[in-house]
């Protein structure tokens, strides 16, 4: 009876959205065809192809070929922190918004829980989970799966920490999570000693595209506030560096800091290839988040200022009460999208000749036992795919959040 | 509007004032401290030498030069060289801090003083001692660009490769070269194509995307070795049309880091025209005789111990020998298993161009 | 104290005088600035000096010979640098056109594919957007590359060519087609064609007005080409035929001659360019199309039109309207995304500037040149779209 | 006595009621938007507690002018003096008159992220440096005058227009301002909620407050008005009482344009 009724419940919906009239089944079936040939080539490529060369060079997939022995432990701590971190803020999270109803509150350590955070979290984040397991059964690393799980232990108990943290503290586990990655550079560079030249991999692209939305967050306000500004000069100025930078193609600006802005500088002030590419990228996303928050303020209702204004607050008090909040608000998801794109062009660092993954993905197929065995599809899919799982998960987040605020709806 | 006009013409004015002001102040830096941090380039041999290591600009991706293996360790003639280099500036092969620089941006990066030496598989030219503000030292390889063909192709030399199409590396003489050389042939090149990367080449050949792919010599033997299907699918043209001669470069006006690191180089050959080689060099330390070998590896005479004024510790030659050995051994173990003969690169003795100046 | 005994209208002091405040604001700013870039440029000259390279304003290796040809361009090693960035200039310009042409259809396609009631179609589209927009376009243009035409193994080896006699022969070393050239200089029959258009539109709005006034069908389209075709016809005769086609044939060494050749270099970045572009140009396509008020589409119904009617002539209109602004940033993004090329073998104006620079031109000038060039790309690509964005808004909005 | 000729009509209307003494004076004011002459000639004083309703077609000038009065406008000539304090250049200055006047806006222009409580206290927190507790105690008080105290920790968006607008003028004056400027603040709202504003406001003005309020409400014109100041093209008409000006005005202008009105 009811296998009946499902089946003339899918029969239903075939019919309504495959094979309405002629011309729909015609394209049910092309598409059809065309989509499972795809599937096909996808799935025999994956689980035909011998990933030997990959399994071997995980280690320099990840962090690059520099750090290894005991300096693994810098970039595994700093994933550590930044789990314990994310899962303290989630916590927070979760608690403030249901504050009204403390049941609704997901605890981790209460069993009855489990199920649904991992279900939440599966939910949210498989991708990133399928790659891991990937990368797991790959390499078979037993320390892999053990700093694997560690790191799900300390969000696990970071969220629990959260929950319990009084109400008002959202604020300071946002920001505890904004400092993790950066105390996570600082460990890494300094506590372990590793110098910028020797960061690679996956590793070096998470750090250069997180410095590089950390830093040019700021600046992209302050140029989006100078565009707006009644100043001529200010104004001038702002758009003459948004313009060039807009204008400018990121290779060419890569190009520039790798070759030219060594002659700008005093010899000693001039820093590492890493660095240098760091600062490209924060000069060239300031531009781009310049005119993102310029679309935030002009959303903005003028009348909010001149209220401002009429309070007697003073300006700068407008800008950082007023202003900004409304205006930021209004732009998350742009500026999420503005990481994704900023995540995406970090491969670029290939052209100028880093130890990111693409330019490793080749320098695999160079060791004696891959060489000259056309490996390279294989080695740069994976860099890809990681690359592809980043964005697409930082893409369906910023979907949510773009729901959730109703950004779309306005 | 009168206002405005008046504002405009005072912001103009004290932009004006302040460019003047930034302007003469320095104009003022520079003629008191003589140019300063801006006017050198490169690191002092001494600051190098209290910092306690160098930095040697390589690469990482040249088999027999330069190349990382899967577990992240460096092997190569370049390599060694930066180790020899090191050796000899602080007694500990390991003082070496290897950047990997991109073939487009290895000048800039001397001329930065992003690295202090470069040992990165370059050719020796007029215009790099010149216009790129360069410092070419001991010459440690002589290449030539050659031509790699497929065995069962009927090139036999350039003069058969009328439009043809040949792959190269990007931004380097290479393709300069070569259309000089097929000018010089009386034939036209068909597509000379770029890559950015060799592992794209060796790709793109093996498709039969081109005829031929021209490179130095050593590096064509070095490709040819690891062909995929074994080294007799492809045989390397016996014209050698250009002359790279490879060695380290320190930047312009740095005196006496370019000595320093050229003597270091110079320890390599000498130690083979000794016959003193890692294994033996502490035999023959102990029981020599020869006041040249005594002289060359530092050792204490009742006059004290011989010290050329260098600025390198008196021992240097041992060191280099001891931890990285002398040119025959560093080139049998990175050169020699791409089946490259020694040819030009044997020692003056045998007939090649190794020859090092006297040591006293 | 009354306001009758208020101070006479007299300056304030000057540290509260609001508009001596934004003048010494202004004026620090630039003094800021300025003096940034005094430093940067004394820094520049004395790095300059001490390394003994040409001046920041020598521009005078332009005027050497460039030394290398360019694959697939009849430059020759004899001639200037300048003649070789011009023809990378000319290659950016050629990618940006034809990527972005290539890039609106799929796009477009792809974007009413996402609405379509059908399943399968909606599914594939969302896959297809899901899976390029979320990769670096480096990756897409080297996997395309490597992929597809090196290790795809649908182009043959050479000596193996696929061939269509005097129509088509392809190899791995690219698809050479028929193809018309001219004899001698190419300007005197473009000026006829050119011609031959002013005159073909000018018919074609004479009998549409004839056909608005009198209501009688005039064929105003029609009329229109054929004109303009029997102008091009008598030119090309009058001019003595300067045109010569140019078929491919494979020789004896197995290789592909005549004809014009798509090399895999081009294909490939050109490809990747699309297919990367074209999963934001659907984006923001189905955007735009989901903007235009559902009450539209309603009231086209009301009228009677049929679904592919209401699309093109009602929602279509209006969305363009809407997808002009992103579109234009799209653009933009391809033509900067040429620049890519320096991965893989193409040569266009980004890797002609990286490799003078290889060869001993000076960085700083080489480059910023190239940025410049850059800029006025972009000024152009930028007035283009507000142009047109002008002409298609609609009037009272 | 100022050494300024003031128009001879307004010189001695002044004050109607109470404490006496002037609080706003405007002499000879000129504002421009580009070649567009926004304000001609104006000239006014309005006495302390006294309540003045501008009236006038639109684009006559009334929001302008009171926007002037805080500069949220900058006035191209002529002096602009509140309560002893002129407007000029000096960044003090606007900042003292801004302080002492609390305005109201057509569109109410709350903060739409902070809630009713802190866009009431924002200003007294930020400007006059008043402690939290005390600043909320204050904030309060000002709810209850306008009658909502119960919405306080509601966020803007979440109470109707009437509610929104009731919420503006405690936010207004919760600084404790001397003049009160209202710019049209019931035209933005549905019918059935105009009348809970205006009772506010005529609350307000028996506590005595100096309000200039901008209206087209013309009963609350003839029921609070000290004065009515008629504009027209950027010039100030005719200005009367109440009485005088809806029984008997003496300009054509007048009469037309309350002919059409009412």
Same mark, same amino acid.
């Given at each position: 009876m009811t296998a009946g009724g499902v089946t003339t419940h899918a029969g239903a919906w075939i019919r309504q959205?495959?094979?309405?009239n002629a011309r729909d089944s015609i394209l049910t079936v092309v598409f059809g065809a065309l989509l499972a040939f795809l599937t096909y080539r996808a799935l025999s490529f994956v689980l035909g192809e011998d990933w030997e060369i990959q399994r071997q060079n995980m280690r320099n997939s990840l962090?690059?070929?520099?750090?290894?022995?005991?300096?693994?432990w810098a970039p595994v701590i700093g994933i550590w922190l930044i789990a314990a971190a994310v899962g303290v803020m989630i916590g927070a999270l979760d608690r403030s918004q249901h504050a009204d109803q403390p049941g609704a509150i997901l605890d981790p350590l209460r069993p009855a829980h489990w199920r649904q955070i991992a279900y939440r979290t599966v939910a949210r984040l498989w991708p990133v989970f399928a790659l891991v397991v990937f990368i797991l059964l790959l390499t078979g690393s037993t320390t892999g799966l053990l700093v694997t799980l560690a790191a799900m232990a300390l969000a696990f108990l970071g969220r629990a920490a959260g929950v319990r943290?009084?109400?008002?503290s959202v604020r300071w586990a946002a920001l505890a999570t904004a400092l993790a990655p950066i105390v996570a550079v600082l460990i890494i560079r300094?506590?372990?000693?590793?110098?910028?030249?020797?960061w690679g991999g996956f590793l070096l692209v998470a750090f250069a595209g997180a410095a590089g939305i950390a830093l040019s967050f700021p600046l992209g306000i302050f140029l989006a506030l100078g565009r707006r500004s009644k100043l001529p000069v200010m104004k001038g100025l702002s758009v003459a560096y948004i313009e060039f930078f807009r204008g400018v193609p990121l290779v060419v600006l890569l190009l520039i800091g790798s070759l030219v802005i060594g002659l700008f500088l005093p010899r000693s002030l001039i820093p590492s290839e890493p660095i240098r590419a760091v600062i490209i990228f924060t000069l060239f996303t300031a531009a781009y988040f310049a005119e993102v928050v310029r679309g935030g303020l002009q959303s903005l209702p003028e009348g909010q200022e001149e209220a401002a204004k009429a309070l007697g607050l003073p300006a700068w008090r407008i800008t950082s009460f007023i202003v900004l909040p409304q205006a930021l608000r209004n732009v998350i998801p742009a500026i999420v999208g503005q990481s994704i794109s900023l995540w995406k062009d970090t491969s670029l660092m290939f052209i100028i000749g880093l130890a990111e993954p693409l330019r490793l993905a080749s320098a695999f197929t160079r060791q004696p036992e891959f060489r000259?065995?056309?490996l390279i599809t294989l080695t740069l899919f994976f860099a890809g795919l990681i690359y592809w799982i980043v964005s697409f998960t930082m893409s369906r987040e910023s979907q949510r959040l773009e729901r959730k605020l109703g950004v779309g709806q306005r | 509007m009168k206002q405005f006009g008046k504002r405009a013409a005072l912001v103009a004015l004290m932009a004006a004032l302040a460019i003047g002001v930034a302007a003469c102040g320095d104009d003022d830096d520079s003629s008191s401290d003589g140019g300063g941090d801006t006017a050198s380039a490169g690191a002092s041999l001494q600051s190098i030498l209290d910092n306690g290591s160098f930095k040697c600009g390589t690469r990482d991706?040249?088999?027999?030069f330069a190349a990382l293996d899967a577990s992240g360790e460096r092997a190569g003639f370049d390599t060694e060289y930066c180790r020899a280099i090191a050796a000899a500036l602080? *007694?500990?092969? @390991?003082?070496v801090e290897f950047v990997d620089l991109q073939t487009a941006d290895r000048f800039t990066a001397l001329q930065s003083g992003e690295v202090d030496v470069l040992v990165r598989n370059t050719t020796w030219t007029g215009s790099r001692d010149g216009g790129e503000g360069a410092n070419f030292l001991a010459t440690t390889f002589y290449d030539g660009q050659g031509m790699l063909v497929s065995a069962?192709?009927?090139?036999?030399?350039?003069?058969?490769?009328?439009?043809a199409t040949i792959c190269l590396t990007e931004g380097t003489t290479t393709q300069l070269n070569l259309e000089d050389a097929f000018t010089n042939a009386g034939v036209n090149v068909g597509e000379a194509l770029p890559f950015a990367d060799p592992e794209l080449i060796q790709e793109a050949y093996n498709a039969g995307r081109c005829d031929g792919w021209t490179a130095d010599r050593s590096a064509l033997a070095g490709f040819r070795t690891n062909w995929? *299907?074994?080294? @007799?699918n492809v045989r390397i043209l016996d014209e050698t049309f250009s002359k790279e001669p490879l060695g380290p470069a320190v930047s312009d006006g740095n005196d006496d880091l370019a000595q320093a690191v050229e003597w270091a180089v110079f320890a390599t050959m000498q130690a083979e025209e000794f016959g003193i080689t890692s294994a033996n060099v502490d035999q023959i330390r102990d029981t020599s005789e020869d006041p040249n070998i005594r002289r060359f590896l530092g050792l204490e005479e009742e006059g004290g111990t011989f010290d050329?004024?260098?600025?390198?510790?008196?021992?240097f030659n041992y060191q280099v020998i001891k931890q990285v050995g002398n040119y025959g051994e560093i080139f049998e173990r990175?050169?020699?298993?791409?089946?490259?003969?020694?040819?030009?690169?044997?020692l003056w003795t045998d007939g090649g161009l190794i020859y090092a100046p006297p040591y006293r | 104290m009354t306001a009758a005994q208020a101070p006479a209208r007299a300056r304030p002091p000057l540290w509260r005088d609001v508009r001596v405040l934004r003048v010494v604001g202004q004026a620090a700013a630039l003094v800021v600035v300025g003096m940034l870039l005094a430093w940067l440029w004394s820094n520049l000259q004395n790095n300059v000096d001490s390394l003994g390279?040409?001046?920041?304003?020598?521009?005078?290796?332009?005027?050497?010979?460039?030394g290398q040809s360019i694959a697939?361009?009849?430059?020759?090693?004899?001639?200037s640098r300048l003649d070789a960035l011009q023809v990378g200039l000319v290659r950016t310009i050629q990618i940006a056109i034809v990527g972005i042409i290539l890039t609106t259809i799929l796009g477009v396609l792809l974007g009413i594919a996402r609405l379509s009631q059908n399943w399968l179609v909606a599914t594939f589209a969302r896959i297809y957007v899901e899976l390029f927009r979320n990769t670096p376009p480096l990756v897409v243009i080297i996997f395309i590359y490597l992929?597809?035409?090196?290790?795809?193994?649908f182009l043959p080896r050479v000596g193996d060519a696929v061939e269509i006699p005097n129509l088509l022969a392809a190899d791995i070393r690219g698809i050479s087609v028929l193809w018309v050239s001219f004899?001698?200089?190419?300007?005197p029959y473009l000026l006829v064609l050119v011609g031959a258009i002013a005159v073909g539109w000018g018919v074609v709005r004479w009998r549409n007005h004839v056909q608005d006034a009198q209501?009688?069908?005039?064929?105003p389209m029609l009329s229109g080409l054929v004109v303009f075709l029997a102008m091009a016809i008598v030119g090309w005769l009058a001019l003595g035929g300067p045109t010569e086609l140019s078929a491919p044939s494979v020789a004896e060494n197995g290789r592909v001659t005549g004809g014009n050749k798509l090399t895999p270099e081009y294909a490939a970045l050109l490809i990747g360019l699309v297919l990367y572009t074209a999963s934001h140009v659907a984006e923001i396509t189905r955007a735009s199309i989901q903007a235009v008020a559902r009450g539209q589409d309603e009231a086209a119904k009301a009228l009677g039109l049929s679904a592919g009617q209401r699309l093109r002539k009602v929602i279509l209109p209006q969305a363009l309207r809407v997808a002009i602004p992103p579109l234009s940033n799209q653009y933009l993004n391809l033509t900067k995304n040429s620049s890519l090329a320096v991965a893989i073998a193409y040569v266009e104006m980004t890797r002609v500037t990286s490799d003078l620079v290889a060869n001993g031109a000076p960085a700083f000038q080489a480059f910023l040149l190239l940025a410049f060039l850059y800029l006025l790309i972009s000024l152009a690509t930028a007035l283009i779209t507000n142009f047109i964005n002008g002409r298609l808004a609609i009037p009272g909005r | 006595m100022s050494t300024e000729p003031i128009a001879e009509e307004l010189r001695d209307a002044t004050?109607?009621?109470?404490?006496?003494?002037?609080?706003i004076e405007l002499a000879q004011v000129d504002k421009f938007f580009g070649d567009f002459q926004?304000?001609?000639d104006v000239n006014m004083k309005v006495g302390k507690q006294e309540v003045v309703v501008v009236i006038g077609p639109?684009?006559?000038?009334k929001s302008t002018l009171i926007r002037c009065i805080n500069r949220l406008e900058e006035h191209d000539a002529g002096r602009i003096v509140v309560d002893g304090v002129e407007l000029s250049n000096d960044i003090k200055a606007i900042r003292e008159v801004r302080r002492e006047t609390g305005m109201v806006f057509q569109q109410f222009?709350?903060?739409?992220?902070?809630t009713v409580l802190d866009n009431v206290t924002l200003a007294p927190r930020?400007?006059?440096?008043?402690p939290r507790a005390e600043a909320e105690r204050l904030g309060r008080q000002m709810l209850e005058q306008v009658k909502i105290?119960?919405?306080?920790?509601?966020?803007?968006?979440?109470?109707?227009g009437g509610q929104q607008q009731r919420v503006a003028i405690a936010r207004a004056l919760a600084m404790q301002p001397k003049v009160m400027l209202f710019?049209?603040?019931?035209?933005?709202?549905d019918p059935e909620m105009i009348n809970e504003v205006l009772e506010s406001m005529k609350e307000l003005a028996r506590t005595g407050m100096t309000m200039i309020v901008v209206t087209h409400e013309m009963g609350f014109a003839r029921e609070v008005a000290d004065r009515v100041v008629f504009m027209e093209e950027g010039q100030i008409v005719e200005v009367g009482t109440a009485e005088h000006f809806f029984t008997?005005?003496?300009e054509e202008r007048t009469k037309l344009f309350l002919s059409q009105i009412l």
């Open positions: 959205n495959l094979f309405r962090v690059g070929p520099e750090i290894s022995g005991t300096d693994l943290l009084p109400l008002g300094f506590g372990f000693g590793i110098d910028w030249n020797d000259g065995q056309g | 991706d040249l088999a027999g602080f *007694g500990d092969s @390991e003082a069962d192709s009927d090139f036999q030399s350039l003069k058969d490769m009328d439009g995929p *299907g074994g080294p @007799e050329p004024g260098l600025g390198l510790p008196a021992d990175n050169i020699t298993p791409l089946g490259l003969e020694r040819g030009v690169n044997a | 390279i040409p001046a920041p304003t020598d521009f005078s290796y332009l005027n050497q010979p460039v697939g361009s009849d430059l020759r090693p004899t001639q992929g597809m035409f090196i290790n795809g193994g004899t001698d200089s190419p300007w209501g009688k069908p005039t064929y | 004050v109607t009621r109470g404490a006496g003494g002037v609080i926004a304000l001609k639109s684009g006559s000038g222009n709350l903060f739409p992220h902070l930020q400007v006059r440096k008043t105290p119960e919405q306080a920790d509601k966020y803007p968006a979440q109470l109707s710019d049209e603040p019931t035209s933005a709202l008997n005005p003496s």
